[in-house]
């Protein structure tokens, strides 16, 4: 069954730049949305940026504009984000997530959206 597979953090220098990755391991399905979510220590699972996957439209945050950017790779079938100016508060365990169900369309920054995650990866921004 379909599994997704995030990379791509670590420890980084707040001021610095990272890109995550996120790929599909293992049969895939047709997915409507795939986004990114992130949980820090204590606090609730929180939407950071999505991309609808036919056309590339993405959606995001009023609060994380222009910092943070999801993209997609056709090809190599793999969405990405990516994060300027990182912060201390930008840590956290950051979770690919995607969407065979159609009401991701309309609520893409709803968790319950989504139906297939991947196991998160660990982000750390020193200050």
């Known amino acids: 069954q379909v599994q997704l597979v995030e990379s791509g953090g670590g420890l980084v220098q707040a001021g610095g730049s990272l890109r995550l990755s996120c790929a599909p391991s293992?049969?895939?399905?047709?997915?409507?949305?795939m986004g990114w979510f992130r949980q820090a220590p204590g606090k609730e699972r929180e939407f950071v940026g999505a991309?609808?996957?036919?056309?590339?439209?993405?959606y995001d945050t009023d609060s994380e504009k222009g910092r943070v950017t999801v993209s997609r790779d056709s090809a190599k079938n793999t969405v990405y984000l990516q994060i300027n100016s990182l912060k201390p508060e930008d840590t956290a365990v950051y979770y690919c997530?995607?969407?065979?169900?159609?009401?991701?369309?309309?609520?893409?920054?709803?968790?319950?959206?989504?139906?297939?995650w991947g196991q998160g990866t660990q982000v750390t921004v020193s200050p």
């Open positions: 997530a995607a969407s065979t169900d159609y009401k991701s369309l309309a609520f893409p920054r709803g968790r319950s959206s989504y139906n297939y």
């Open positions: 991309i609808r996957w036919t056309d590339g439209t993405t």
């Open positions: 293992g049969r895939t399905f047709s997915y409507y949305v």
